[in-house]
């Protein structure tokens, strides 16, 4: 058996070069500025952002989006030109133009280094101007694909009205506590998580990005935060140290296994005992067997873009999958604590080898491992998606996790459908492979 | 700073990276930051390419900002060469390193003494030049590395027995390059003219040493390749042909031109391409007898608007005008840097030029004019449909559906065929559309209801309407047939969203 099947005692992390592909972080705007419907989102940077963000965001681009670039120019690096007079100009445009209730600047990597200074700009202008600007630095110098809402909501929870300013809710301190959910997700999906939460009797006091930004959550000490995705761990630390929540630190609401969870989780915070939800899991489970007959007992391989992979893995090892690695751009292993147990506890149950868990991981390397141990699938990035495909090697593009609604009971099917979606267009396209092509051929020619 | 929604040109390191990709071997390793390898998405899904795009990044970091890149780059350089072995490492500068003013030449200088390849630092400057400006500069720069390199061995270099070509400027992510590529090859092939070597795309950069063996250059598109093939005239005495052959006109002047070429060298008139240029226009190509037809007849005097690369827009001009008889209203390009030539190239064939790289002021311009066709980008495609006119693409910025599987060169006598039915096909359709118009649109008995029983005792709550209303109008029917199937078997009158989750919950709702 191949060195790199064999098994652990516990998770094992390691680290690589770091040298991987994934997304820019401020692709988060193009989810960010659908969500929160009254916003406008200013990526400051070079046309290299924004030849990024037009091409990854596709048609997108051609329904007037409620973001732009302000592109810099030779004369904004060499500070001919006044940052803030040039700023002021473009916002005011904005303003006119649009008229949001909020604009978000994104800092890229380019006012990292010329070091604008963006935070102290933005209360001046806010005033001066009268629209509140909330500033994230979503860089690829520190971050990566999803990581770059990770910044724009620390940043936004900052914004949060506080309990002693809510005078008419004086009496708040006495009530009982209040949960406030964080992360992005189509509200569709919110108001799915919303409904499961109500039938254990527990009220969501608010969202953090709420579809409007005049609608952020009130926050404070009797505030109880839980996260809804694995790459928000600034956004709990902001919430927890400046904002003095109290985080409820879960598994994720990703596959059957882990909303149970994660509902268990609240419910034991909220003194309640949870109802029928065992039921619950198990009749989803129940209607997702056509899917898991085609999954069970293969083998999965993450590359490691969009840090969505650990809870992924843990729903595919319950599904009866075995995974061979779970690349991760950055692993918080504090803030997914809870995801870690749960996937410890589930290798334990369905006993297979737990996954080696590789942070920062190097493409090369990745891709000499994959040819080594012949997956059955591998969930990657599209740069390697086709050459992958070339050899033989089943690929599925991970970018459409994030897209796609894959939170909760509800959307569990969702998830299978697109694990398992290669694996049904093989058995589709398998008379072809075995009446012309040789069983082992690969699309390479040598 | 300006307010920026969309360009039509990449930046500057885009250009670097599809010469270095579109050579066989080569690799480019770019100074960027996480995230900044999106052409290696572009590559692999734009052109289906089965192969790894051979760019890596050496990624600037926090760390590297503090501290500067020391060894990183040299030790990706050189893990590059022990890995892959390419026979030219090519580093590539980005937005982020051109500000950072490292001595990325010193990087260089230090891995190239320790790797078995060459190594090059792109000269490109970011915030100077564009995409093809870039691209243009890397491949002349590629091309005096080896040539030079190859001086100082003081190999002789004897010109090809019979009369040969180099063709420069096929590209990656080019727009039609390689189906271009295959027809300019037959074209020469038909003339007696070989094919010396055909760079960058598929080309080796060892056999650069090949290309002064060639009696002649052909540029077929302005944009990349022009700084070659000056490079080579001066150098080299290689005379050049920067016609594009598009279209019937351009294709004999380029033909003419080869010809001049050739019996300049032979220093006979023995070649003669008369006879050809007329049999090929009269009856391979079908260009010149369907302008002639009846059908063409209707395209008289009929508007269009042409926006696109200089190359394209300004052939596209002439043909629609001089091939076809219909009227540009408007032709414009984004390549600033080259507005002289293509102002000189439309002249007297458009009414008006617009040179910008704004496209809003295209949108603008398009929707004043309102042309019965436009021919441009993905772009002008776009703002046609918002304006309800028909649209065929001509240039690049592309989208995957610019790479057709099937062969469809826009050079050459092939070429003018395909050009003929792009035009034929956008202006038709813009025709049955008014028809459709005049006599009040397809003749479609709207569907009352796709329910077997017309009876219903079902009702939506409003929030159930509401959420009704975010699933996607192709999908929204069969969701609602499926909630109202689910609400009669559990023997539900009142749909809420619940009762529309757990429908779907229900196995294959």
Redesign the interface.
């Known amino acids: 058996m191949s060195e790199l099947l064999i098994e652990k005692e516990s998770l094992t992390f390691e680290c690589e070069t770091g040298n991987y592909h994934t997304f820019c972080p401020i692709s988060c705007v193009s989810w960010l500025y659908q969500k929160i419907e009254d916003s406008f989102f200013l990526v400051i940077g070079t046309k290299t952002c924004g030849y990024f963000l037009q091409n990854a965001l596709g048609v997108m681009i051609f329904a007037e989006p409620r973001y732009a670039m302000a592109e810099l120019e030779e004369s904004d690096i060499s500070a001919q030109l006044n940052d803030y007079k040039e700023l002021k100009r473009l916002c005011l445009q904005i303003k006119q133009d649009r008229n949001p209730s909020v604009i978000v600047w994104i800092g890229t990597c380019t006012t990292e280094i010329i070091k604008m200074d963006l935070e102290g700009m933005a209360p001046r202008l806010e005033t001066e101007i009268g629209i509140p600007i909330v500033v994230a630095r979503a860089n690829g110098l520190d971050y990566a694909f999803t990581q770059g809402e990770d910044t724009v909501l620390a940043a936004m929870a900052q914004r949060c009205p506080s309990e002693e300013n809510q005078t008419s809710f004086v009496h708040i301190k006495e009530k009982k506590p209040q949960l406030v959910l964080f992360g992005s997700l189509p509200n569709t999906v919110a108001t799915q998580l919303k409904l499961e939460l109500n039938r254990q009797g527990i009220e969501i006091q608010g969202w953090l990005p709420s579809t409007r930004y005049a609608d952020l959550p009130i926050l404070g000490e009797n505030t109880y935060v839980c996260g809804v995705n694995p790459f928000l761990s600034r956004t709990a630390t902001t919430l927890m140290r400046r904002r003095k929540c109290r985080l409820i630190s879960a598994p994720f609401p990703i596959g059957p296994d882990g909303t149970r969870a994660w509902i268990e989780k609240i419910s034991a915070v909220f003194g309640i005992s949870p109802k029928g939800l065992e039921e619950r899991e198990s009749k989803i489970w129940s209607g997702l067997e056509d899917y898991l007959s085609l999954v069970r007992g293969k083998s999965v391989f993450f590359m490691g873009d969009n840090l969505l992979e650990i809870s992924l893995a843990r729903f595919l090892i319950r599904c009866g999958m075995i995974v061979y690695e779970i690349g991760i751009p950055y692993m918080d292993r504090r803030y997914q604590a809870a995801e870690l147990a749960l996937l410890e506890k589930t290798c334990q149950e369905k006993k297979v080898p737990f996954p080696r868990i590789v942070e920062k991981p190097d493409n090369y390397y990745q891709i000499q491992r994959i040819r080594e141990l012949q997956p059955d699938l591998t969930i990657t990035g599209m740069a390697h998606a086709n050459p992958l495909e070339a050899r033989n090697i089943t690929t599925k593009w991970s970018v459409e996790f994030t897209f796609a609604q894959i939170h909760g009971f509800t959307n569990a099917r969702e998830i299978l459908e697109l694990v398992t979606r290669p694996l049904r267009r093989n058995q589709n396209l398998s008379s072809l492979t075995q009446s012309i092509l040789a069983e082992s051929s690969t699309y390479v020619q040598s | ?7 039509y040109a ?2 500057a ?2 250009g670097t990276l599809r010469v270095a990709s579109s050579f066989k071997n080569v690799h480019a390793i770019m100074h ?7 052409f ?3 590559r ?2 734009l052109e ?6 051979p760019v ?2 050496s ?4 760390h590297v ?1 503090a501290r500067g890149s020391q060894e990183k780059v040299v030790e ?1 350089i050189t893990r590059k060469d022990k ?1 892959d072995n390419p026979d030219l490492i090519l580093l590539t500068p ?3 390193s051109s ?2 003013q490292e001595d990325l030449q010193n990087f260089v200088n230090r891995a190239s003494l320790e790797s078995k390849s060459d190594v090059l630092l792109a000269d490109v400057n ?3 030049v ?1 995409e093809f400006q870039a691209a243009d500069r890397t491949l002349e720069q590629i091309v005096r590395h080896f040539l030079e390199k190859n001086k100082k061995q003081n190999e002789v270099c004897q010109k090809t027995e019979k009369p040969s070509a180099n063709i420069l400027g096929m590209f990656t992510l080019g727009f039609h390059n390689q189906h271009d590529c295959r027809e300019l090859k037959r074209l020469l092939n038909d003339l007696g003219v070989t094919v010396n070597e055909i760079i960058p795309e598929g080309g080796k950069v060892t056999s650069l040493k090949n290309l002064p063996k060639a009696w002649f250059n052909i540029v077929p598109y302005r944009e990349i390749g022009l700084m070659t093939a000056m490079y080579l005239e001066k150098e080299y005495e290689m005379p050049f042909i920067s016609t594009p052959p598009m279209g019937i006109l351009n294709t004999a002047q380029f033909i003419r031109e080869m010809e001049t070429i050739l019996n300049n060298l032979l220093k006979t008139k023995e070649k003669d391409f008369r006879p050809y240029i007329d049999q090929q226009t009269r009856f391979v190509s079908q260009a010149a007898w369907f302008s002639r037809s009846i059908d063409c007849q209707n395209l008289t005097g009929k508007r269009a608007v042409v926006f696109g690369d200089a190359t394209h827009a300004a052939c596209m001009t002439k043909i629609l005008t001089c091939e076809m008889g219909v009227r540009v209203a408007c032709a414009g390009t984004y390549c600033k840097h080259d507005a002289d030539w293509f102002r000189e190239q439309v002249l007297g064939f458009c009414d008006e030029i617009l040179i910008t790289e704004d496209h809003t002021q295209v949108g603008d311009m398009i929707a004043r004019l309102e042309p019965a066709a436009i021919f441009g980008t993905q ?1 002008e495609r ?1 703002v046609g449909k918002r304006l309800d006119t028909p649209c065929g693409v001509i240039s690049a910025p592309v989208h995957i559906q610019n790479f057709p599987l099937g062969y469809r060169p826009f050079l050459g006598y092939e070429g003018t065929n395909q050009i003929a039915d792009l035009v034929y096909n956008s202006f038709t359709l813009g025709m049955e559309d008014h028809l459709l118009e005049i006599f009040n649109g397809h003749d479609t008995k709207e569907v009352i209801t796709k329910s077997l029983s017309t009876e219903t005792s079902l009702s939506w709550s409003p929030d159930a309407l509401q ?1 009704l209303a ?1 699933i996607p109008g192709f999908v929204r029917g069969k969701v609602k047939r499926n909630v109202e199937k689910y609400a009669r078997q559990n023997q539900v009158n009142q749909i809420n ?2 009762i529309m ?1 757990a429908a ?4 294959n709702a």
Do not use: Q
């Open positions: 700073m300006k307010l920026a929604y969309w360009m990449g930046p390191h885009i960027a930051p996480l995230g900044d390898d999106y290696n998405v572009m692999s899904m289906r390419e089965r192969d790894f795009t890596t990044a990624i600037v970091d926090r900002l990706n890995e980005t937005c982020t500000i950072l970011h915030y100077r564009n772009m776009h959420e975010r969203v619940e989750f779907k919950e229900s196995v």
